[in-house]
């Protein structure tokens, strides 16, 4: 519990409220490689794959190429690349690219994996780029759709990031749920 009596200065005595309050923690678990060869044959052409997607990238605004393959469990590997818009709103990012049209060409099959990679204009990123907060969310709910957990492989110049769900990338995503609850 966390400590209570600080708002005693108040005309309300909200210790009575502020004294439940329980600390919890977080841990996110993850694997981290520190070259691509230790990842299995698969991972790595699906990282390869997702690395040549990039090269599709329309992205004359930001520079920021990046591309997304999805393994789907009849082992179809569907790539996208992130498209871009003068009208930045319009753009739509790799990973949303690639799951969209796998939901719309393979809606009864689920997805196992997605790899993400990223480049600027200096080649690729050093460091593995998560995906953002709207493919995170889009993810999670292609996630919850087949009640299916999907294993997220984000590689960089010098180490490869594996996460066995995208829960362990967005723990709190909005679930179709809370529509009806």
């Excluded at 492989?153 to 809370?178: N, Q």
Aim: proline share 7%.
């Amino acid at each position: 519990m966390v400590g209570c009596g600080e708002y005693k200065s108040l005309s309300v005595p909200l210790d009575k409220f502020f004294c439940m309050v329980e600390k919890r923690e977080l841990t996110i678990r993850y694997n981290a490689y520190p070259d691509w060869n230790r990842l299995s044959v698969p991972d790595q052409d699906l990282i390869e794959k997702a690395r040549q997607a990039a090269e599709n990238s329309y992205s004359p605004y930001s520079k920021f190429a990046v591309g997304a393959a999805v393994l789907l469990a009849n082992g179809e590997i569907i790539t996208g690349a992130n498209q871009e818009n003068a009208a930045y709103p319009s753009g739509l990012c790799a990973e949303r690219v690639a799951l969209f049209y796998a939901n719309a060409q393979y809606p009864e099959v689920s997805v196992k994996a997605i790899a993400v990679a990223a480049y600027n204009q200096n080649g690729m990123l050093i460091d593995p780029v998560p995906p953002c907060g709207a493919c995170r969310q889009v993810m999670s709910e292609t996630e919850n759709r087949y009640n299916q957990p999907i294993r997220v492989l984000l590689p960089g110049e010098h180490e490869v990031l594996e996460f066995d769900s995208v829960a362990d990338l967005l723990p709190f995503g909005f679930k179709p749920s809370y529509l009806t609850a």
